[in-house]
């Protein structure tokens, strides 16, 4: 967004105060905490990412009949994963 604003807007009107750049555009401090918010979460993606390539989705089944089954193709073996996370529950990886 900076870099087209930057270099391919074409400019028609002042900026008013908002929240995140002042009259002159420049960054506030609102913005500041924002960018320090979406860094994080990005942090977070890649190590959940990390973590999902370390420890896979298991293979599951289940019927009336046979009940639950888990298992994994990697040689592994199932096991509970605790994911904090707003909502999660247990999961299963290998």
């Known amino acids: ?7 391919d807007y074409t400019y028609v009107a002042k ?3 908002g929240p995140f750049y002042d009259v002159y555009g420049n ?3 609102e913005l500041a905490k924002v960018e320090a918010g979406a860094q994080k979460d990005d942090e ?10 370390e420890n896979p989705s298991c293979n599951s089944r289940w019927s009336q009949r046979d009940g ?6 990697t ?4 096991r509970k994963m605790f994911v904090k996370q707003k909502g999660a529950e247990t999961i299963f990886r290998c």
């Open 75 to 78: 040689g592994k073996y199932p």
């Open 15 to 17: 900026l008013s105060d």
């Open 68 to 73: 639950g089954e888990v298992w994994c193709n």
């Open 1 to 7: 967004w900076r870099d087209f604003y930057n270099n």
């Open 27 to 29: 960054p506030t401090a």
């Open 44 to 53: 977070e993606r890649e190590r959940r990412k990390a973590a999902e390539k």
